[in-house]
């Protein structure tokens, strides 16, 4: 099976400090691969090179064979791929609709929206309930609520909702729960399984071993700006994971394939 | 494992009922601030509102007269004007100190257009409007493309774009008699229309009409919105597909090119090109754009807040005037408001904690 995304020798300087060092990648269809890694192991700064949020010094990705070269994260939108920063990426002062549909807004049909360019507040208001109905975040009370009037979590729960309603072909989801309560993690966990079931891969950045266990398929460990090793969470246990990370054990020396 | 699905199953069994926050009911004082959060023109709006009746008690038919209001707009149109470009660089959480010398730049392009070269009068308001546009490419550039801080580039720009008008110019002023005879285009918008003892000017009513065309771009369209994420967070709108650098290369533009358009109005307003007019323009409008309760930092705001932002003023003076005070009691009354401006935005922003 061909990787639905791929990446060889990635390499992105900040300065002094090398975020990444030729770091190779590979994502197949249908999947959900977790990246795991230290703080500062660089696992966000990949994310954001396959992106387009971040142009590498050098190397080279392919997205279902095609190689591409984002210059802006809009491009890798357009490619159809979705992402949850870290940071959340979001308008404090506007509201969740504004924010959902930031860049990709929908205009009224006819003359007042092709001559008089106007918003259809309408369809993105009830496109944008539906889309947190769905991920279960109603203790919103307003939808036209400002994002900064909203709880750490319930931002992150618009974040999340927002690239599972328009990501096309990958959607990665950088520690997607970091803010979350139990119960709201969970519902992230059912919509990232819920969306690899519509057939869409999911890369997933998470320090939180449980859950990635339970829903990886498999797992790529970041050490020091690479790719240490992939390994398949039936085949490991969580500690054997954090000590590959960690560079408390020797990683397995065959590269796992699908 | 087992331990995870066990405190997840007691979450599980919490009850789903959904807007546990609506029931709990909040202080009036919260409420003012969400509301005025939603709405940032209101405080304006009452000022106004209020300062209007205060004078018109005091003053009684000297103030309170369609004469006497529709004045108010015709000494204002300017700093209205300028105020919308203002708005607009401003919600970027940029800032621009050129726009009265774009202006008085635009306007002297025009005159000498039509006088020095004897183009057609029509081509000469073009190249104004071209020339506006471009001083505001060249900032919008500048600020978006070099990333340099927009308080430094407009400020520099303020000097070059004087300097360059007086050079230009050789700071002489054309008289309004000969526009009148030769280029009467020039002085359109100080056309008047009466009605009654209120005489609307036609820069009064560019500028009215102007705000309500900007508030409408950027309240209804994706461009508008992209201003305000843009003047808000420009890391986090250009990872959510905003095009970060063209929407302020366009900001900056469409200032420039407003610019302009208060430089046509100049002319109407005083009839004569003169490279000396106008040079208090960027401090009056920001002044405008600050009690209209747009927020420096940019992406909060409404346009509608700084038209009413140069209503105060224009009230203020004239009202004050009329009473027999001291101009300086304007400046001194003024200088509070911004004062007590930026203390409710700052206010307003704590709505989130
Ligand atoms: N914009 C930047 N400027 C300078 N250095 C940066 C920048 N972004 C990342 N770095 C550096 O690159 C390295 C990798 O950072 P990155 O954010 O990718 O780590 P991470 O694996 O996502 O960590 P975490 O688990 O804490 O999110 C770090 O040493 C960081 O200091
Ligand atoms: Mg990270």
Redesign the interface.
Known sequence: MQPILKARDLVKRYGRVVALDSCDFDLYPGEILAVIGDNGAGKSTLIKAISG?VTPDSGKIWLEGREVRFH???DG?HAGIE?V?Q????????SIT??MF????L?KPGFLGSV????DHKAMESFAREKLNEL?L??I?NINQ?V??LSGGQRQGVAVARAAAFGSKVIILDEPTAAL???ES?RVLELIQDVRSRGIPIILISHNM?HV??VADRIHVHRLGRRLCVINPKDYTMSDAVAFMTGAKEPPPEPLAA | MSETQDYEKAAASSPSSVAVFAAHDQGAVKRIQHALHQTPWMVPAIVLAASILVFGLLLGEKFFSPFALTLILQQVQIVGILGAAQSLVILTAGIDLSVGAIMVLSSVVMGLFSFRYGLPTELAVAAGIACGTFCGFINGFLVAVMRLPPFIVTLGMWQIVLATNFLYSANETIRAQEIAEQAPLLQFFGNKIAIGGAIFTYGAIFMVLLVLFLAYVLRQTAWGRHVYAVGDDPEAAELSGVQVKRTLISVYMLSGLICAFAGWALIGRIGSVSPTSGQLGNIESITAVVIGGISLFGGRGSIMGMLFGALIVGVFSLGLRLLGADAQWTYLLIGVLIIAAVTVDQWIRKVSV
Not at chain 1, 87 to 94: D, G, Q, W
Not at chain 1, 102 to 105: F, K, L, Q, S, V
């Open positions: 949020a802006s994260p809009l939108r992402t920063y940071t959340l990426a979001m308008s404090p002062a506007l504004d924010n930031m860049g990709r807004e205009r008089l360019r106007q918003l279960g109603m203790t009370q400002a900064e009037t309560g139990v119960k969970r449980p266990f339970e």
